[in-house]
């Protein structure tokens, strides 16, 4: 499967932003998609995942995942951003069906998108 994310840009603190996540050339619905994110000099980190959806402690009540079958396609609506939300956002894909806040545990990596937030 590929993975395409977008919907990154610079917002304010307190904004909100949606991420999107297209998915093609798989079944969508055999794969569990997850959301995470890469700072400068920082190692990537889970974000948010679904399934049993849940999200880092970092996000819990900011961020909401979500899932349209019928588009292929997974976001991530982000609100009461912070400057410490920046960084770039990865989707990824793994074909068992259980979230994992592990990297290594998904097989398919969207490109990356950029989200900014100034203080």
């Known amino acids: 499967v590929q993975l395409q994310a977008s919907g990154g840009g610079l917002v304010q603190a307190g904004g909100s932003l949606r991420l999107s996540c297209a998915a093609s050339?798989?079944?969508?619905?055999?794969?569990?998609i997850a959301w995470f994110r890469q700072a400068p000099g920082k190692e990537r980190e889970f974000v948010a995942g679904?399934?049993?959806?849940y999200y880092a402690d970092s996000v819990k009540g900011r961020f909401t995942i979500s899932r349209d079958t019928a588009k292929n396609a997974v976001y991530l609506q982000m609100s009461s951003l912070k400057p410490e939300d920046t960084a770039v956002y990865y989707c990824?894909?793994?074909?068992?069906?259980?979230?994992?806040?592990?990297?290594?545990?998904?097989?398919?990596w969207g490109q990356g998108t950029q989200v900014t937030v100034s203080s």
């Open positions: 990824a894909a793994r074909s068992i069906f259980i979230t994992t806040p592990t990297t290594a545990d998904y097989n398919y």
């Open positions: 050339g798989g079944t969508f619905s055999r794969y569990i």
């Open positions: 679904g399934g049993s959806t």
